[in-house]
């Protein structure tokens, strides 16, 4: 499967998660991989149009057209399976509000104030985080090399922030794109960790309808206070970016991560996030024109640095 899947092929995944892909395809280092790409380009997208488009508005918008596109597919799965839907319903606030309501507004309002190079790889520390909210779930605890990788992990991400200037803080803050970004990474961090409590039954694609069904109400309010303001402009551009982010970054990507989270469980399959910054950089500078800086690309290396140490299994076949 690649960027330019056939509409038939694209049609299956809503229907049935990657279930009725070949064996090649429902590999899950290739769906994280290409979930990855999708979500680096949306980071992008969303940083295109920040200008154009209310954060809010943008989240509110993705969500519904992802709806709309999966309702064909498994309105029959929805009656089929209410009832579990119904009996997991906790788990399915929990989700909508993390990986839906939450997490995107705060990615969107970040790439207001910094750029997507630097968001994607501020992104890059979700494992770390994973990890630590882990830890304090009752799993298993680190170890002394881990504990070493949270702290290098950790240097890293102070690199990435001041810019590779400490002295930034105190004259000029921090910027508070990076703040709302690392904001972003520990509610995306509660969702990975929420994705290991999904139950057979529960499938991922109702699992996701569901959390998108309850987020949407949750986003209501934030849309009608941007409904207030001036009005986004729909051009051509606009709307061709908000599909890409609901077709690419929302009702596949989703999907396909869902599906590495069950198949690695959420700390190794964490580490592909670190993909982001590589197709990001790369389409940042293609799109947007924007060149990694010395600075972000040491912090980069850090925080890759601290998860090799963290991640135990790193080298291991999937």
């Not at 429902?26 to 380009?41: D, E, Q, V």
């Not at 504990?147 to 508070?176: E, K, Q, W, Y």
């Not at 596949?252 to 590589?278: D, T, Y």
């Amino acid at each position: 499967m690649d960027v330019t899947m056939s509409v038939s092929a694209r049609a299956r995944v809503p229907a049935a998660g990657v279930g009725y892909l070949g064996p090649a395809l429902r590999s899950p280092i290739l769906a994280l991989s290409l979930a990855a790409l999708f979500w680096a380009g949306s980071f992008v997208v969303a940083r295109a149009l920040r200008n154009e488009v209310n954060p809010a508005a943008l989240t509110f918008s993705r969500w519904l057209i992802s709806l709309l596109v999966f309702a064909p597919f498994v309105w029959r799965e929805l009656i089929r399976d209410l009832r579990v839907a119904l009996r997991e319903w906790r788990l399915i606030l929990g989700l909508g509000a993390t990986g839906i309501a939450l997490f995107h507004p705060l990615v969107y309002l970040a790439l207001q104030h910094t750029s997507a190079t630097n968001a994607l790889l501020t992104f890059s520390l979700a494992p770390v985080v994973i990890l630590l909210g882990s830890c304090l779930a009752g799993g298993e605890r680190p170890t002394l090399r881990q504990f070493g990788g949270v702290l290098v992990s950790m240097g890293g991400a102070a690199v990435l922030i001041t810019r590779g200037d400490p002295a930034t803080v105190t004259s000029s803050g921090v910027n508070s794109g990076d703040l709302w970004m690392l904001a972003a990474v520990v509610v995306w961090a509660s969702y990975s960790l929420l994705l290991r409590r999904r139950p057979s039954d529960l499938s991922q694609t109702l699992t996701l309808v569901s959390s998108i069904v309850v987020a949407l109400p949750m986003l209501l309010p934030f849309m009608l206070l941007a409904a207030s303001g001036p009005a986004p402009t729909l051009s051509t551009s606009v709307l061709l970016g908000v599909g890409y982010i609901a077709v690419f970054g929302s009702v596949i990507g989703f999907l396909l991560w869902s599906h590495g989270v069950a198949e690695l469980g959420p700390a190794r399959a964490g580490q592909f996030v670190h993909m982001m910054p590589v197709f990001g950089a790369a389409l940042s500078f293609a799109v947007l024109g924007e060149s990694p800086s010395i600075s972000q690309v040491v912090g980069a290396c850090l925080v890759l640095l601290g998860i090799l140490m963290i991640e135990k299994k790193f080298a291991a076949p999937a």
